[in-house]
């Protein structure tokens, strides 16, 4: 892999980034500084209600638009109002922060089925780390939302019937409590200091399966705090380059011939709709593959999913990192899961010697190093087993964050 370094472990005495010297004007500094992956429709519905979604933007900045997906809805989604404001805990927003978002300065908007909107800009002071609250009025009957299912962070709903609260700053309206989020997709951040924008591209492992609820302990979470406390410490605090998030538990990179079929959209039919249109991506780290091989895809394959994506990518004139595959734990296959076994440890390595030596990526992340068993490579550590024997536990997701060279992404 010409010109590629494979990395793993803290970074050392790394030189102060170049971006903030390099960047255009304030206004136009859009950076997607939050984002996730709709993956499905829910098996519940709203009517006539508003809910309450939370996000963790990763960077600062004075003013934010909202992207709403309807990505699997059946039917066009009508939003009465939506507002956003900062949240400090449970569903309650700070005092005078919340804001109203107007769509084409109209305070509703209808999103086609299968479809996006972007809102007009909304003047508030955010920082980096601050968990906004984007609050949506959804006037119609039995609708049934478009979400990324399991997000680890809890968001909130009033009971159905209770009309439009998008103005409510006291959080008291909201019994109702989910961990699916629900129609929005992302939020740009405007900043005149902001170096752009990672996507975590993956699958569970990016997406924080055996994490906890609410902590943010994921892998890239944990490189967010590391990417903003590097910039304070070199007097720069706000110019760092935000994280975006767009895992899929259970996600492929490719779709033929997989046993059983992939249940959410792969790697390389998202890529338009949750990296390449996000705004301010410089860097996209790729890290799925398990996922194939359990569904019976052979090396080959796997490795040309991630040429694919790896091409697209700097197509568009961004770095791409790739990421090795971490080991599994054999398991014998039960009915819906053709399960693990040493046939596909062996596709797994080949995958990784081709991501180590050969893949056309600009660097590597070798994550398989920082978590495997050292008495046997082929395992995940005891350590930083979540007890699955597939996923890291919060302890090991802490490895992997803290493993990422931060120069990378100068």
């Not at 102060?16 to 500084?33: C, D, L, N």
């Not at 979470?221 to 007097?235: C, E, I, S, W």
């Amino acid at each position: 892999m010409a010109g590629a370094a494979v990395v793993a472990g803290l970074a050392l005495g790394v030189q102060p980034a170049i971006g903030a010297r390099q960047q255009r004007p304030a206004a136009e500094r859009w950076v997607t500084a939050w984002g996730t992956s709709q993956n499905g429709l829910a098996t519940t519905s709203v009517t006539n209600t508003t809910v309450r979604m939370l996000a963790r933007v990763t960077v600062s900045g004075d003013a934010v638009r909202i992207r709403l997906d309807n990505t699997f809805g059946a039917a066009p989604l009508v939003i009465g109002r939506a507002s956003v404001g900062q949240r400090i805990q449970g569903a309650a927003l700070a005092a005078g922060s919340n804001r109203a978002v107007l769509f084409n300065r109209s305070a509703g908007v209808t999103v086609p089925a299968g479809g996006t909107v972007t809102s007009d800009a909304v003047a508030l002071l955010v920082l980096a780390q601050q968990d906004l609250a984007v609050t949506l009025h959804v006037p119609e009957a039995g609708v049934r939302p478009s979400q990324h299912g399991g997000a680890f962070v809890t968001s909130y709903a009033a009971p159905d019937g209770s009309g439009d609260l998008t103005a409510d700053e006291s959080g008291m309206p909201f019994t109702a409590t989910t961990t699916n989020l629900w129609w929005v997709k992302a939020i740009d951040v405007s900043s005149s200091s902001a170096t752009g924008s990672i996507v975590a591209f993956g699958d569970s492992i990016t997406d924080g399966t055996c994490t906890t609820l609410d902590a943010h302990d994921r892998w890239e979470d944990l490189l967010a705090v590391r990417l903003a406390l590097d910039a304070a410490g070199r007097g720069s605090p706000d110019a760092h380059k935000a994280i975006v998030n767009e895992g899929i538990a259970g996600n492929t990179v490719t779709r033929p011939n997989l046993q059983p079929p992939p249940d959410s959209p792969p790697g390389v039919e998202r890529l338009d709709r949750d990296v390449l249109s996000h705004h301010g991506v410089t860097h996209v780290v790729v890290f799925m593959g398990t996922n194939d091989i359990r569904r019976e895809a052979p090396a080959a394959q796997v490795i040309a999913g991630m040429q694919e994506v790896a091409t697209r990518v700097k197509a568009r004139g961004l770095k791409v990192i790739g990421v090795t595959i971490i080991p599994r734990h054999n398991r014998p296959p039960v009915e819906g899961n053709t399960g693990w076994s040493d046939v596909k440890t062996r596709i797994r390595g080949e995958v990784n010697q081709w991501i180590r030596t050969r893949a056309p990526f600009d660097a590597v992340i070798d994550f398989n190093e920082v978590v495997r068993d050292r008495a046997n490579a082929d395992l995940l550590d005891p350590r930083f087993n979540c007890g699955d024997g597939i996923h890291p536990s919060p302890r090991g997701y802490y490895e992997m964050g803290r493993a990422v060279r931060l120069d990378l992404f100068r």
